[in-house]
Nanobody, 122 residues
Framework: QVQLVESGGGLVQPGGSLRLSCAASGSITSTNDMGWYRQAPGKERELVAVVNNARGTNFADSVKGRFTISKDNAKNTVYLQMNSLKPEDTAVYYC????????????????WGKGTLVTVSS
């Protein structure tokens, strides 16, 4: 079995910072795309940021200049550094990844984390 284990969510004041981590675990042989989505109450899930080994990073317009995504291939871990947080950033953040596994070594499978709540409020 493969899993994405998330950490770092919580409550932060507007203008503050928070760092999310997501580690892929299990019988993983490689990771390619890793990234973050979020879903606010009453809203559809949206892409926040994605990092790819070859193509680099992609950010939602709403977080450009404030968020940074990075990936540690050796640890199969992706990080989301969130700065200058706004109340509009409040959402459940979901980690996702494309991975190869021992059982499926020749194609990438998409997996999702359970989500971690980020609340930006004074």
């Amino acid at each position: 079995q493969v899993q994405l284990v998330e950490s770092g969510g919580g409550l932060v004041q507007p203008g503050g910072s928070l760092r999310l981590s997501c580690a892929a675990s299990g019988s993983i042989t490689s990771t390619n795309d890793m990234g973050w989505y979020r879903q606010a109450p009453g809203k559809e899930r949206e892409l926040v940021a994605v990092v790819n080994n070859a193509r680099g990073t992609n950010f939602a317009d709403s977080v450009k200049g404030r968020f940074t995504i990075s990936k540690d291939n050796a640890k199969n871990t992706v990080y989301l550094q969130m700065n200058s947080l706004k109340p509009e950033d409040t959402a459940v953040y979901y980690c996702n990844a494309l991975v190869t596994t021992v059982a499926s070594p020749y194609e990438y499978l998409e997996i999702w984390g359970k989500g971690t709540l980020v609340t930006v409020s004074s």
